[in-house]
């Protein structure tokens, strides 16, 4: 019976010291990654579709009508200036032109023989062997005869002018576009021939809406990009028209450059401006949680001896190569968490990592890939 009771006294004791509850042992705080902001170059940019033109381009027509004849070039091919082209039937133009000259010929032989029998008239009048009739009658010839020779020649001018407009010539030097006529094509004044533009030096036009080109100045960088976002060359705006079109309300904005990339007149190429630069904080995309539409920053600062995170509503601004530039909110020098971001909660302890990077942004290049909100 006293070995019974020591039992039961035993087990009650066990029993009364498991149904205490040990206190909770707090988590260690979670370590985190941070960052340091530091303010850093940033582009206010849009990009647009651009249209290339050539300074120097012109539809060749003919100012003559006839058969085309012979055809000198072929599309592509770089000309000089007043390099043949195309060239009309000239037969009837050239047989004109030799009878000109015949009548040419035939005139100046008359006038030369007026001009010694005045000389003749003369003399003899002098020495009184000539009336003052027969005078004024020799003069008159050989006024007559200039005057016939002088049309003459005009007449030969005329038609070496007119066969020469039986060959069309490039206006200047100059790459030629698709030949549009062949040979024994009957051709008139209306009819198109060919074209002839020059690439060395090229202009490219954009339309950007109106708010935004009343930000432009003449001298706004411009840059053109290749089919990847990568520069290709830069220039400067020297055009900004006056009036927006009526239908659009875009305003067309020019910029003129010299072509080292190859790109060809009428091209569509990927065009952006750079507005402005200035200095802005960059936030890495990781650290932005957003909540119902806000965005919000955890700012790792130091409370009662330890550190924990507070989370701290942002506005942002361009969202460039995995980075957002901050409009307001945060301040040079805070730091914020950039992993375990899903963890965290407000006012929670943590523990910073080995020092963090001392600066968050990439470059202005990167950040210029894409417009501000907002739009163009």
Same mark, same amino acid.
């Given at each position: 019976m006293k070995r019974l009771w020591t039992l039961v006294v035993w087990v009650a004791a066990v029993s009364g010291c498991a149904g205490e509850s040990a206190p909770p042992v707090a988590p260690p705080p979670r370590e985190i990654e941070v960052i340091s902001l530091t303010p850093h170059e940033v582009r206010d940019t849009g990009e647009y579709l651009g249209s290339l033109l050539s300074r120097q381009s012109v539809t060749l027509l003919p100012q003559v009508a006839g058969y085309v004849r012979r055809i000198h %070039?072929?599309? #592509?091919?770089? @000309?000089?200036?007043?390099?043949? &082209?195309?060239? +009309?039937?000239?037969?009837e133009e050239t047989a004109a032109l030799d009878s000109a000259e015949a009548q040419l010929g035939s005139s100046r032989v008359e006038r030369e023989l007026a001009h010694r029998l005045l000389t003749r008239v003369e003399t003899l009048h002098q020495e009184g062997l000539a009336s003052a009739q027969e005078l004024e009658t020799a003069r008159a010839r050989a006024q007559t005869a200039e005057a016939t020779a002088r049309a003459s020649a005009a007449q030969v001018a005329q038609r070496q002018v007119?066969?020469?407009?039986?060959?069309?010539?490039?206006?200047?030097?100059?790459?030629?576009?698709?030949?549009? %006529?062949?040979? #024994?094509?009957? @051709?008139?004044?209306?009819?198109? &021939?060919?074209? +002839?533009a020059r690439a060395e030096v090229l202009e490219v036009s954009v339309s950007v809406p109106a708010t935004r080109a009343r930000t432009l100045r003449t001298d706004t960088p411009m840059e053109v990009l290749d089919a990847k976002g990568q520069v290709l060359l830069t220039t400067s705006v020297f055009f900004i028209a006056p009036q927006a079109d009526p239908r659009t309300q875009?305003?067309?904005?020019?910029?003129?450059?010299?072509?080292?990339s190859d790109l060809r007149p009428n091209e569509l190429v990927r065009v952006r401006i750079v507005y402005a630069v200035r200095d802005a904080l960059q936030l890495p995309t990781p650290a932005v949680v957003r909540q119902s539409g806000q965005p919000f920053a955890l700012v790792v600062r130091e409370k009662d001896g330890g550190t924990v995170v507070e989370r701290r509503p942002i506005t942002l601004g361009a969202l460039g190569d995995r980075t957002y530039v901050v409009e307001a909110g945060l301040q040079a020098g805070d730091r914020v968490a950039v992993s375990s971001i899903q963890a965290l909660r407000d006012g929670m302890p943590v523990k910073v990592k080995a020092a963090a990077r001392a600066d968050a942004g990439p470059s202005p290049q990167t950040l210029a890939n894409v417009p501000s909100p907002g739009g163009r």
């Open positions: %070039v072929h599309p #592509g091919q770089q @000309v000089e200036e007043g390099a043949p &082209l195309v060239e +009309v039937d000239a037969r007119q066969l020469q407009r039986h060959v069309v010539r490039a206006p200047f030097a100059g790459i030629v576009d698709d030949v549009l %006529v062949r040979v #024994g094509d009957f @051709v008139g004044a209306s009819t198109q &021939l060919t074209r +002839v875009l305003v067309e904005v020019k910029a003129v450059f010299r072509n080292t």
